[in-house]
């Protein structure tokens, strides 16, 4: 059954107990926490996305981080690849600040919305196949009820490989930097800004501003 709004289908989410692997995982780090959010209450449920539903951009990324948006929840906040994201979204004009560190921080999206092809923080920041194509059925959703969507984003090739399978996706590669076109929408590849590719020099503040950079580009014209 096709869900049409974005609250009624995060409503959904949030109760999700299809994977029982990650749902026990994500109740593990809200109990035991770490030891600098010692005194915080975590959130420790699945995460739906957050933005604008008329939005033209959409941003998927892996999943929420265990202490990022399992524990704020909200996608890429509070952690390093939410500092990355909040900024290069800020720059390019889809946010309403640069830093996105809590859930009543003020920080909105302008015309982008963002989502991850797993909804639970997974286990070493890595989902099994049967894990990642359960939760797909909601990135399904979320595409059909953002239905002005044009230009996608796709942070790291989990992200990339879920949307290639949804979309029947042939003769693409993940790299990034790729551009394409599909069914009236470009697709964008980008590495993931996690503290692996960005303290290595894998991924750039260059490399990462540029492809947003694109996306405002495609956008505007």
């Known amino acids: 059954m096709r869900i049409r709004s974005i609250s009624k289908l995060n409503k959904q ?32 449920r699945p995460l739906g996305g957050f933005g604008d539903p008329n939005a033209k951009l959409l941003v998927i990324g892996l999943a ?11 996608m890429f906040t ?28 003020g920080f909105s999206l302008i015309n982008a919305y963002i ?35 044009k230009v996608i984003v796709c942070l790291g090739k989990i992200a990339f490989d879920t949307l290639k399978q949804l979309l029947g996706i042939k003769y693409q590669k ?21 503290r692996q590719n960005t303290q290595t020099g894998r991924l750039t503040w260059d490399q990462w501003n540029k492809i947003f950079l694109q996306a405002k580009t495609l956008l505007n014209d």
Do not use: M
Not at 15 to 38: F, H
Not at 174 to 194: A, D, E, V
């Open 13 to 44: 989410i949030i109760k999700c107990q299809k994977c029982p692997r990650l749902a026990a995982y994500i109740r593990k780090v809200a109990a035991e926490k770490v030891k600098r959010y010692r005194h915080e209450k975590y959130w420790g």
């Open 115 to 149: 989502t991850a092809a797993v909804k639970c923080a997974p286990p070493d920041n890595k989902p099994t196949k049967q894990e990642i194509s359960t939760c797909s059925e909601y990135l399904v959703q979320e595409l059909l009820v953002l239905e002005n969507v």
């Open 64 to 74: 929420p981080a265990a202490h990022g948006g399992n524990r704020t929840g909200r």
């Open 174 to 194: 993940f790299f990034h930097g790729n551009k394409f076109s599909f069914n009236n929408k470009i697709i964008l590849c980008s590495y993931h800004p996690s």
């Open 78 to 105: 509070g952690d390093s690849s939410g500092d990355w994201v909040a900024r290069v979204l800020f720059g390019n004009g889809f946010a309403t600040k640069a830093t996105s560190t809590h859930i009543d921080d």
